[in-house]
């Protein structure tokens, strides 16, 4: 391998001859790319939301490209598509009801179940649990004298000292733990309540994230939990909660040259549809068209399947095209396909993820993203290139910047995850970030086919290197803080500076309503001191909903504080 700094340039200057004879020209790449996005991208297909009749609109497109392309196809049953199914929100059937003593509840007003409940019927008597605690290093059980085993185990949501972030409880705040300690003392259904003010109640709206238990769960609102009287009253609960199963498709195509190893080159295609779940837009729904988010990388992969057929200098590796649908709902597509591979895994060498790449800006600045998943990497660089050398004097050069971890919120984690090499390309969040006005004519096309010049380039440095060798990233290591408050922004990804930079606002979030502009850096939140993204999301997690703090921000260079309270 040679060791080099790759530049994003239209055209490197130090390819063959051949390779630049032989690609397609810029103006009539440029044309095609934006033919795909004008099309992906159109109200027609309606913002491209998995499992519906716009996704398919969108996989007829790309595997249309892939034919023109000549790729093979390689999903199901020689075709190019891949079916994938997954579970969508869980919602109340209309068997609901529960009993306490000679009460029948009113749902919505005296009970609700949650979203750790499955569905059944349950004939039994009451134990209350206080808060469910199994502690024993902290000399607390919460069972002991209870006869749970055969009963519905009523548990306060709040602990002995409520819910904040300083609470001598913390550990045992989670009630999803609480519920299963209960269940394995043999209750067979959960009775949630709460008589503290500074504990939330449990959220009406059912997660499909939250995997629910063995037994029905229901929430007892005040009104509710005034009717259960004493321990051993008789309780029925029925609980009747539909989880539909959908099927979504990625679209997979393969250009086959005969060797041994499989570069794999994706996308995702799908979006948020008209924008009812993830959107940022406040407004009523609205078409959500994802030019960006991605129809943008779509575009660069199909340009790359037209490309890498005419270039003699990337023979040496069989290349599998893959468009995902799913990405929006949690890495759906990507993650079936790593489960059940069209192409074995073994064969595989590296993987290129395009996600969000068409909004190169004026600091020329490329997010290159997993550079320590493999000692390969070492050939990008986190300088400015011209014409294949390192330059600091041309304010056009292009800048990447680089990131070590093979884990983020895109489709290449599911195949770091089988340890597989991978980059993930990202030209940077925007204010138009799953909103309706990611549109077309905002993309830049010119700095798209920098990116894929680059990626052509990156390709043919390693053609005679035969399979990289894959490397587990420190960052990984590092458990991710969690957090129950948000601020209400889009974070600069691509900022390298000291502080969390502010790339988008959302309006009615406690940033707006604290005067936060685009531009301004977090540098402080409360007492806790903001240097990069791991410290702001440290800082979040010190706070609950309801608490006011300050939060102090460089705002061209000057410092300002605002007080930030947190819904």
Known sequence: MKTIRLGLLCMVACLPVLLVAQLQPDDVAKAQMKADIQFLASDRLEGRETATPFESLASDYIVKEFMNAQ????????????????ETAPVLGPQNSVQVGRSQLKLGTEYYPVSWSSSGTVFTRSAKCGYGINAPEMNRNDFNGVDVKGHAAAICVSSPDGIHPHSKWLAYHDIGKRINDAISLGANAILLYNDDKTADDPDTTLSKKITPCSVPVVFLTKKGFDKLGLDGSPVVVQV?????????????????????????????????????????????PAIHNGADDNASGIAVMLQLARDLQQIPGTKNNNYLFMAFSGEELGLYGSNWWTKHPTVSLDQLNYMINFDMVGRLDTSNTI???????????????????????????????????????????????SFYLKDIPVLHYFTGAHEDYHKPSDDEEKINYGGMLRITRHVEDLITELNDDGKLAFTKTAADTSVTPSFKVTLGVVPDYMFSGQGMRIDGV???????????????????????????????????????????????????????????TFK
């Open 367 to 413: 997010g290159i993203n997993g550079v320590g998943t493999s000692p390969a990497w070492a050939i990008v660089k986190p300088e400015p290139v011209i014409k294949g050398k390192p330059t600091k004097k041309d304010p056009a050069a292009l800048l990447v910047k680089t990131t070590e971890s093979g884990v983020g919120p895109s489709d290449h984690t």
């Open 506 to 564: 959302t309006d009615g979030k406690p940033a707006a309503v604290a005067g936060l502009k685009v531009g301004d850096v977090v540098v402080k939140l409360g007492d806790n001191t903001v240097t990069d993204m791991m410290s702001y999301m440290k800082a979040l997690g010190a706070f609950s909903k309801g608490e006011t703090t300050k939060v102090t921000v460089l705002r061209d260079g000057k410092e300002m504080k605002a007080d930030v």
């Open 71 to 86: 790729l093979l196809p390689k999903g199901d049953e020689a075709s190019f598509l891949q079916a994938f199914t997954f």
């Open 240 to 284: 009747d909660i539909q989880r539909p199963v959908h099927t979504g498709h990625n679209v997979v195509g393969y250009l086959d040259n005969g060797q041994p190893n499989v570069v794999v080159i994706g996308a995702h295609y799908d979006h948020l549809g008209h924008g009812i779940e993830g959107s940022l837009f406040r407004g009523e």
